[in-house]
């Protein structure tokens, strides 16, 4: 990779992006216009209604998705000025991402969904298998790692996605609607989970529409309309 700007206070730095798509004739802004920064060690929720730009800023923050214009920096690193192949090696180093919809692939077994973020890393067969129990164990599934996705409760899907994001013990943690699909009791295990976690030194970013959710975090980052109303 090459090397990283002059170093900043900030382990993310959201610096005037927007993202702009294009239907037809006309140009639809998803991001008009965000900045702001998120430290080391915090729990941050972005909390917006459906359309209000939150998850393509999700995706703009795990180097998904290439902002029209601004900066993300990533621990003073401008992520998107990294080739495609860097990119992918930043985000396998950085980021774990739990996606709203889990999308566990449903012929693997819950310990081989954990296992795959660590098909491209080099880390033996033997150490895989180690350090997808060991993550299986923290999120309460280890007695299930042979299972089936579909063999499991909705509350232990998201749980096995949670695990699949942190097997390979990334500083950042992405979270898409993660009580979206959950009964109160069910999300509110899931948010201890991730609160734990958090505890332990994650930095966590959770997009939400709910605002039972935003109590877990430090603080929240309103938006709306492709703005932050709130840093």
Not at 15 to 43: C, L, P, W
């Amino acid at each position: 990779m090459p090397a990283k700007e002059n170093a900043v206070n900030h382990l993310i730095e959201i610096r005037d992006i927007g993202k702009d798509y294009q239907a037809g004739a006309n140009t639809v802004s998803a991001i008009r216009h965000m900045n702001f920064q998120v430290d080391d060690g915090e729990f941050i929720s972005i909390m917006g209604q459906s359309g209000s730009g939150k998850s393509t800023l999700l995706a703009v923050l795990g180097g998904l998705n290439h902002p029209s214009r601004g900066q993300v920096l990533v621990d003073s690193l401008d992520i998107y000025g990294l080739s495609s192949e860097q990119r992918a090696d930043f985000r396998s180093e950085y980021i774990g991402i739990i996606f709203q919809s889990f999308q566990l692939i449903p012929y693997l077994t819950v310990l081989e969904n954990v296992k795959l973020p660590m098909a491209i890393t080099g880390i033996s067969a033997k150490e895989q298998d180690g350090m997808a129990r060991s993550v299986l164990a923290k999120v309460g599934l280890e007695a299930k790692a042979d299972r089936l996705p579909d063999q499991l409760s909705g509350g232990e899907q998201e749980r096995v996605a949670i695990a699949r994001a942190i097997v390979n013990r990334p500083p950042i943690l992405l979270a898409d609607e993660p009580t979206g699909s959950l009964d109160s009791e069910t999300a509110a295990g899931v948010m201890a989970l991730l609160r734990q976690l958090n505890k332990e030194g994650l930095t966590i970013i959770m997009v939400t529409h709910n605002p039972d959710a935003c109590h877990h975090a430090d603080r929240t980052i309103l938006v709306r309309d492709g703005l932050c109303l709130t840093q």
